[in-house]
């Protein structure tokens, strides 16, 4: 069974950092892709970023040079590192496996406020 656990969220102000967490388990983790997508209030479900089994990555425009993702295959985690965070980054982030048919974590929320 698939399980996709994620944490780290919170309330952070404009400029901060968060680190996000996804555990994932009954998976074949280090053979495929894994992502973060987020869904603001009012508004579609977006890429975040993704990782592939190699280690490469993918951002949305309005993440670059800000968050980073990365994976530990002996800990079947991804994470999302999160730096100069900003109001509009507000959302609820989910971790997504792209093998087999895909599955989504249960996300975990993020607000940037003052």
């Known amino acids: 069974q698939v399980q996709l656990v994620e944490s780290g969220g919170g309330l952070v102000q404009p400029g901060g950092s968060l680190r996000l967490s996804c555990a994932a388990s009954g998976v074949m983790f280090s053979a495929n892709v894994m992502g973060w997508h987020r869904q603001a209030p009012g508004k579609q479900r977006e890429l975040v970023a993704s990782?592939?089994?190699?280690?490469?990555?993918n951002y949305a425009d309005s993440v670059k040079g800000r968050f980073t993702i990365s994976r530990d295959d002996a800990k079947n985690t991804v994470y999302l590192q999160m730096n100069s965070l900003k109001p509009e980054d507000t959302a609820v982030y989910y971790c997504?496996?792209?093998?087999?048919?895909?599955?989504w974590g249960q996300g975990t929320r993020v607000t940037v406020s003052s």
């Open positions: 997504r496996y792209y093998g087999g048919s895909g599955s």
């Open positions: 990782i592939n089994s190699g280690g490469s990555t």
